[in-house]
């Protein structure tokens, strides 16, 4: 994550604050916030950023910490890496927006139905800078990618949200709603394949039920389309590109300590 | 008290439930995937049955504030505002069960408590990022042991329950290895001069708990509901 994002958000997050309440908090943190060029020109920084100046930051250290570094793994199943996002424009849900518009996937307009665990009501203004609030938001900044034969894990450095597949026929019957679902993943062919049940999003009382397909490609990109079951019909949503970025390396992130810095949350 | 936090997790969220989990051990370095359960009380405390080698100063700072730890002061016990607990504090804990996942680059301890994710570089000793909640944790195998180098922890986590402390050049060695299909043994090398005269080690075994799996946990949530955020 690079520090010109990282200030970004923090910029972002007392702007929300004062100008636009409770839900304008979630949108500075979801990936709608971001432009390309904060992706196409993330830098690492972030070590300088995290440390308080301590560690100044070279390139080839990060080179050097990547998974695998470049170039990728030849092997199409062989998704272990790192990645940024890209959604694609102009495709389903991936539409140019107008300026203000809602991010694909955003947060629920203000005074969306309350009740149960989608309401918005569940956050406060402190916690919903650090709150998950639906599916589509789950493909953050900087993703790494980490599959063996039993399960697959989508690890998203921003506000440390994990998503969790595991290779298997059915579901878990026991699977409440949540804001990652339950996943299942298999493949077909080389296309990863991962069906997510009980998702839930918060200020819609039911949950949904989401299909992506993930196809490895020879620049090390990973190509996701994403589906929702409407109706009893798969329709398609968006789709995103996950982009090999072998140039950067996971870092922890705490969205709680950036709301405390910002009078949220626990004061 | 953080146990009664993590209590709470489990309780609010439908926790760790049911689940396809592999019933035996697995072969190989694979043997520690699965969802394991510490023993014990959540303290670490040395394996040879000796004091904890404090040093004056050290543990002065930590009696002052022990009570208020254990008792969940957010003031003093940061876990208590959502923050992470850091290492090897949540691992050693029996109330926060984990999963731990083995691929080739890295070794994943994934929580479900605030969906925390402990990563295990499983690659060549690098430069320290840092401090961070987890600290830099660099793996390597040796045979079937996975060992740990663990160093960078952050200011605002205890080694255990009790807020023991430890300095910011503090280095931990853990030695994760089989007992068996059904248990794992912890040997957690404490080295900080710092806080203690000398290195000490505990032991902490963990009982592996097929059935169960991780679900998601959102801590500031959870305290919102109880009434502890400000509105």
Same mark, same amino acid.
């Given at each position: 994550?690079?520090?010109?994002?990282?200030?970004?958000?923090?910029?972002?997050?007392?702007?929300?604050?004062?100008?636009?309440?409770?839900?304008?908090?979630?949108?500075?943190?979801?990936?709608?916030?971001?432009?390309? *060029?904060?992706?196409?020109?993330?830098?690492?920084?972030?070590?300088?950023?995290?440390?308080?100046?301590?560690?100044?930051?070279?390139?080839?250290?990060?080179?050097?910490?990547?998974?695998?570094?470049?170039?990728?793994?030849?092997?199409?199943?062989?998704? !272990?890496?790192?990645? !940024?996002?890209?959604?694609?424009?102009?495709?389903?849900?991936?539409?140019?927006?107008?300026?203000?518009?809602?991010?694909?996937?955003?947060?629920?307009?203000?005074?969306?139905?309350?009740?149960?665990?989608?309401?918005?009501?569940?956050?406060?203004?402190?916690?919903?800078?650090?709150?998950?609030?639906?599916?589509?938001?789950?493909?953050?900044?900087?993703?790494?990618?980490?599959?063996?034969?039993?399960?697959?894990? =989508?690890?998203?450095?921003?506000?440390?949200?994990?998503?969790?597949?595991? =290779?298997?026929?059915?579901?878990?019957?026991?699977?409440?709603?949540?804001?990652?679902?339950?996943?299942?993943?298999?493949?077909?062919? *080389?296309?990863?394949?991962?069906?997510?049940?009980?998702?839930?999003?918060?200020?819609?009382?039911?949950?949904?039920?989401?299909?992506?397909?993930?196809?490895?490609?020879? *620049?090390?990109?990973?190509?996701?389309?994403?589906?929702?079951?409407? *109706?009893?019909?798969?329709?398609?949503?968006?789709?995103?590109?996950?982009?090999?970025?072998?140039?950067?390396?996971?870092?922890?992130?705490?969205?709680?300590?950036?709301?405390?810095?910002?009078?949220?949350?626990?004061? | 008290?953080?146990?009664?936090?993590?209590?709470?997790?489990?309780?609010?969220?439908?926790?760790?439930?049911?689940?396809?989990?592999?019933?035996?051990?697995?072969?190989? #370095?694979?043997?520690?995937?699965?969802?394991?359960?510490?023993?014990?009380?959540?303290?670490?405390?040395?394996?040879?049955?000796?004091?904890?080698?404090?040093?004056? &100063?050290?543990?002065?700072?930590?009696?002052? #504030?022990?009570?208020?730890?254990?008792?969940?002061?957010?003031?003093?016990?940061?876990?208590?505002?959502?923050?992470?607990?850091?290492?090897?504090?949540?691992?050693?804990?029996?109330?926060?069960?984990?999963?731990?996942?083995?691929?080739?680059?890295?070794?994943?301890?994934?929580? $479900?408590?605030?969906?925390?994710?402990?990563?295990?570089?499983?690659?060549?000793?690098?430069?320290?990022?840092?401090?961070?909640?987890?600290? $830099?944790?660099?793996?390597?195998?040796?045979?079937? &042991?996975? &060992?740990?180098? &663990?160093?960078?922890?952050?200011?605002?986590?205890?080694?255990?329950?009790?807020?023991?402390?430890?300095?910011?050049?503090?280095?931990?060695?853990?030695?994760?290895?089989?007992?068996?299909?059904? $248990?794992?043994?912890?040997?957690?090398?404490?080295?900080?001069?710092?806080?203690?005269?000398?290195?000490?080690?505990?032991?902490?075994?963990?009982?592996?708990?097929?059935?169960?799996?991780?679900?998601?946990?959102?801590?500031?949530?959870?305290?919102?509901?109880?009434?502890?955020?400000? #509105?």
């Amino acid at each position: 994550m690079s520090a010109r994002w990282r200030n970004h958000r923090r910029t972002g997050l007392c702007a929300c604050v004062l100008a636009m309440g409770a839900w304008g908090m979630p949108a500075m943190a979801q990936v709608g916030a971001a432009t390309l *060029d904060d992706i196409a020109d993330a830098p690492p920084q972030f070590k300088e950023a995290l440390s308080g100046g301590k560690i100044k930051p070279q390139a080839s250290e990060l080179t050097r910490q990547n998974i695998q570094g470049a170039p990728p793994s030849q092997d199409p199943r062989d998704l !272990n890496g790192m990645y !940024n996002f890209l959604r694609a424009p102009g495709g389903p849900g991936g539409a140019p927006r107008a300026p203000g518009a809602a991010a694909p996937g955003g947060p629920p307009p203000r005074g969306a139905a309350p009740g149960g665990l989608a309401s918005p009501r569940v956050s406060n203004v402190g916690a919903g800078a650090c709150v998950i609030n639906n599916f589509a938001g789950l493909t953050s900044y900087s993703t790494t990618i980490l599959i063996n034969p039993r399960q697959v894990l =989508f690890l998203m450095e921003e506000n440390h949200l994990m998503r969790w597949a595991r =290779f298997a026929d059915t579901h878990d019957p026991a699977a409440k709603p949540s804001f990652t679902g339950d996943s299942i993943a298999r493949w077909d062919g *080389d296309t990863l394949v991962i069906d997510t049940t009980q998702v839930a999003t918060r200020g819609k009382p039911d949950t949904d039920h989401y299909v992506e397909r993930m196809t490895k490609q020879a *620049d090390g990109n990973i190509a996701i389309e994403r589906f929702r079951e409407t *109706d009893g019909q798969l329709a398609p949503v968006e789709k995103v590109a996950l982009r090999w970025r072998p140039d950067l390396h996971y870092v922890e992130d705490i969205c709680e300590d950036f709301g405390e810095a910002f009078g949220i949350g626990y004061q | 008290m953080m146990a009664k936090g993590m209590m709470m997790a489990l309780v609010t969220t439908g926790a760790l439930i049911g689940a396809a989990a592999p019933a035996a051990a697995l072969s190989g #370095q694979d043997w520690i995937e699965g969802v394991w359960q510490a023993r014990g009380d959540g303290t670490l405390k040395p394996a040879d049955g000796k004091p904890i080698p404090f040093k004056p &100063v050290a543990a002065m700072a930590w009696n002052a #504030q022990k009570a208020a730890f254990v008792a969940g002061d957010p003031k003093v016990d940061f876990s208590r505002r959502c923050k992470p607990p850091g290492e090897p504090r949540l691992m050693s804990d029996p109330r926060t069960p984990f999963a731990v996942i083995v691929t080739k680059p890295r070794v994943l301890f994934a929580y $479900q408590w605030n969906r925390l994710v402990r990563m295990i570089e499983m690659e060549a000793p690098r430069e320290v990022i840092g401090p961070v909640y987890f600290g $830099q944790n660099a793996g390597h195998w040796e045979g079937e &042991v996975l &060992v740990v180098d &663990v160093q960078a922890l952050h200011p605002n986590t205890g080694l255990d329950r009790t807020g023991l402390p430890h300095g910011e050049k503090a280095r931990l060695t853990e030695r994760f290895r089989s007992l068996g299909a059904r $248990q794992m043994e912890a040997t957690i090398t404490i080295d900080d001069p710092a806080t203690y005269t000398a290195p000490w080690t505990a032991r902490v075994v963990f009982d592996r708990q097929p059935g169960l799996t991780v679900k998601e946990d959102i801590c500031l949530d959870r305290e919102n509901l109880a009434g502890k955020l400000k #509105q």
